[in-house]
């Protein structure tokens, strides 16, 4: 069974960095790409990072390029979202989900529909 288990979240002011961790268990992590989503409250869940199963292919949505940054390690079975210069409008909670197979590039990341595992979301605020 697979499962996937965030950590890292906090209250971080504007302009500070949190690093997100993804656990993952119950698969063969290669095998699989990994993505990093966030719902803010009275929005739909947005898929911001993907690190593909192929080639260590990555992708980074417009909202946040340049200032996130998607890494797995398949050895540690985790994959991590560095966050820097965050920004009250970042404030949401954030999921990693597991699709076997998926493959992500810089201009393309599979949809919400694609990813089959999912973790229980760990909170991010940035307020000062």
């Known amino acids: 069974q697979v499962q996937l288990a965030e950590s890292g979240g906090g209250l971080v002011q504007p302009g500070g960095s949190l690093r997100l961790s993804c656990e993952a268990s119950g698969l063969h992590l290669d095998h699989y790409a990994i993505g990093w989503w966030r719902q803010a409250p009275g929005k739909e869940r947005e898929g911001i990072a993907c690190a593909s199963s192929i080639r260590g292919a990555t992708f980074h949505a417009n909202s946040v390029k340049g200032r996130f940054t998607i890494s797995r390690d398949n050895a540690r079975h985790a994959v991590y979202l560095q966050m820097n210069g965050l920004k009250p409008e970042d404030t949401a909670v954030y999921y990693c989900?597991?699709?076997?197979?998926?493959?992500?590039?810089?201009?393309?990341?599979?949809?919400?529909?694609?990813?089959?595992?999912w973790g229980q979301g760990t909170q991010v605020t940035v307020s000062s």
């Open positions: 989900a597991a699709g076997e197979a998926l493959y992500c590039d810089s201009e393309y990341s599979p949809t919400i529909a694609d990813f089959g595992s």
